[in-house]
């Protein structure tokens, strides 16, 4: 799953269009890559779904939930009125209602979220504080202006999730001073080398590196470039990206992944990288290949923000040895 928190791909992506030139590490001008991962389903409300073991997950996921305890806590002002976007298990909802908030608005999708939500919310205590909202959070109107926004729908690099249309919809709702307390994401590229065999077969697939498995774990070719900065109290955010960014090898290795990682800045400015069920790094597979100190690749990276793998595309091109 994705954020193992969340809702996560209605079908696997599949790799349209694949192919290896050849490339030898003298001659660095052809074509080492292209891969699309086309055909994808866009993951709407009606088809998206949330994985009982995801929000659990999320629930579990100390690392990730005590930032966001702590950023909530730092955050909220006694008699706040909050909106969390996606509640699933609640968790975020309870923070902000332990830290004084008069009502916090619980949004959530998912009907049998719904009901368990309900019976967490009574048998903590909050029944006159926590208001749930059935319904998408994409479209949802609320009865009031909130002074804080929360919410955790975040997947690597913006991918997938709905944080973007969530946000989006929700600011309908914000006066000039509402907080939002998951405030910024950036995103970042690097080249790796990544376990892509198992049981003795390859697998040319998208994999993650959770924190919690060692063996998941890249061994990184080359420094991380930042790709993408989404400051979510501005009020307007690019629909996606399209970059190109040369990046240079550090060491010699085989580079067979295009690794995806992230970090987060929280309102009260405490921070959060990768964690076990929250944006962890995701590799985008690549046809192995020997690299060398200095050798300089162009990587082309295109995708819709939250609309799914269906329309990320990525091509990695030898350039030039610059040592
Ligand atoms: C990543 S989980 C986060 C759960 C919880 N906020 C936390 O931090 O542990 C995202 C939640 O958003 C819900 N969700 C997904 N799409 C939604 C939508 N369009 N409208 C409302 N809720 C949605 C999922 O059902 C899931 O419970």
Not at 24 to 34: A, E, G, H, I, R
Not at 149 to 175: K, S
């Amino acid at each position: 799953m994705h954020c193992m928190c969340i809702p996560t791909l209605i079908k696997y992506p599949k790799l349209s269009s694949w192919f290896w030139l050849s490339y030898k590490p003298s001659t660095l001008f052809l074509v080492l890559y292209n891969a699309t991962m086309g055909d994808m389903d866009e993951p709407t409300p009606e088809n998206y779904w949330s994985l009982t073991e995801g929000v659990f997950n999320c629930l579990i996921d100390t690392e990730r939930s005590n930032v966001f305890e702590q950023a909530i806590k730092n955050t909220v002002q006694k008699g706040d009125i909050i909106v969390d976007m996606g509640a699933g298990t609640g968790i975020l909802s309870l923070f902000a209602a332990q830290a004084g908030a008069k009502k916090v608005y619980a949004i959530e999708f998912d009907n049998r979220n719904v009901v368990t939500l309900q019976k967490t919310i009574e048998v903590n205590g909050f029944k006159d504080t926590i208001q749930i909202l059935h319904g998408d959070v994409t479209k949802i109107d609320l009865p009031e202006t909130v002074d804080v926004v929360i919410g955790e729908m975040i997947a690597t690099g913006l991918i997938e999730e709905l944080q973007i249309p969530a946000m989006q919809n929700i600011r309908r709702f914000m006066h000039s001073t509402t907080r939002v307390v998951l405030r910024e994401y950036i995103s970042y590229i690097d080249l790796v080398s990544n376990k892509d065999e198992y049981y003795g077969f390859k697998f040319p697939i998208v994999r993650y590196e959770y924190s919690d498995e060692e063996s998941l774990i890249s061994d990184p070719l080359s420094l991380k470039e930042e790709y993408s900065r989404i400051d979510f109290l501005k009020n307007e955010i690019e629909s996606g990206v399209n970059v190109d960014v040369n990046i240079t090898i550090q060491k010699n290795g085989i580079l067979n992944g295009l690794r995806i990682s992230s970090h987060t800045v929280l309102f009260d400015d405490s921070t959060l990288d990768g964690t076990f069920a929250y944006s962890y790094p995701i590799i985008l597979p690549l046809t192995p290949c020997e690299v060398y100190r200095g050798d300089q690749f162009q990587v082309k990276l295109s995708y819709l923000y939250c609309k799914g793998f269906g329309n990320l595309e990525y091509s990695v091109v030898p350039l030039k040895n610059v040592l």
